[in-house]
């Protein structure tokens, strides 16, 4: 079990025991929601529904991953960002920011945030230095591509360009102050990599764990799983929750995913049948628990 701080209090995060991680796009270009969130109301509502269904974290971003819509400027995303950081924050939520850019992750620490999602790969090192000055966890992530750039690069061994490139990650955090028991290492699935390479590094993360710390794993709806199932991003649950499951068995520490309680419901089936905890007192009296009414 380790430690991991989110500025000024330490939750316990084990492997194999993801604390979950849900998503509240404030942005509206994003590649895998069918309905936009398109007022504040409506996205402090969808974060209190993923606290509610189990969510330990709400990952909060204004900008998506896609390579065909431009970058927005800081301070447009800043003022989708930050007042749903401070709403969320209000009602006692542990609250991400999915952003690469100092000026936005600036604000959203000002509001309240808990844990920088830096998809750049720690492109800026700015960030470093305000995840150091708050305490706020940091989120690493290998990508060999500029943030919103299409790029797959000739990787030798994507696995070892990714632990190679995780560590280096590691030592710049430091040397900016960032503390050992702030970082979180993602390896990057789908970004600036095949469905081919996202699998042969998922396949590989014992090398990963090598660095000791927590793996984040955000493999919810990824285009590595439509290329798996030939099924779009809405179809793609019944792809996510084996993945949520692989990779809990595979030691994940977090899981950043959309739908939480139906992953809540297979990680708690999947502990049930390995035997880590036993069945949970339920209403034995609850007729719905066992069959679907006629009368429904």
Not at 62 to 78: I, L, M, N
Not at 104 to 112: E, F, T, W
Request: with cysteine; aromatic share 4%.
């Amino acid at each position: 079990m380790t430690g991991l701080r989110l500025r000024d209090r330490t939750v316990a995060v084990e492997p194999g025991r993801p604390l979950i991680m849900g998503i509240v796009n404030a942005g509206d270009d994003s590649f895998s929601d069918a309905a936009r969130l398109d007022t504040l109301e409506r996205q402090v509502q969808r974060g209190l529904e993923l606290v509610s269904e189990g969510a330990d974290l709400v990952d909060v971003g204004a900008e998506s991953g896609f390579t065909y819509t431009p970058a927005a400027a800081a301070d447009e995303e800043a003022a989708r960002v930050v007042p749903l950081v401070e709403c969320l924050v209000a009602q006692g939520v542990s609250v991400s920011v999915d952003t690469w850019k100092p000026e936005v992750a600036r604000a959203a620490l000002d509001a309240g945030a808990v844990m920088l999602n830096d998809v750049s790969g720690l492109r800026d090192p700015a960030l470093a230095e305000l995840a150091a000055r708050t305490g706020a966890a940091l989120v690493l992530m290998h990508t060999r591509a500029e943030p919103k750039r299409e790029a797959f690069p000739d990787y030798d061994d994507v696995a070892a360009d990714v632990e190679g490139f995780l560590r280096e990650r590691m030592a710049l955090a430091r040397a900016h102050g960032v503390g050992d028991d702030q970082l979180v290492l993602d390896p990057g699935p789908d970004f600036a990599k095949t469905p081919a390479q996202t699998v042969a590094v998922l396949r590989d993360l014992d090398r990963l764990h090598a660095l000791g710390r927590p793996l984040l794993l955000a493999v919810s709806r990824k285009y590595f799983l439509g290329a798996i199932t030939g099924r779009p991003p809405a179809e793609r649950l019944a792809g996510t929750l084996a993945a949520a499951t692989w990779a809990a068995d595979a030691g994940a520490a977090i899981l950043r995913v959309h739908d939480v309680a139906a992953v809540r419901d297979a990680l708690a089936v999947r502990a049930v049948l390995d035997g880590h905890d036993e069945v949970p007192a339920f209403d034995g009296s609850d007729e719905e628990l066992k069959w679907i009414r006629a009368d429904r």
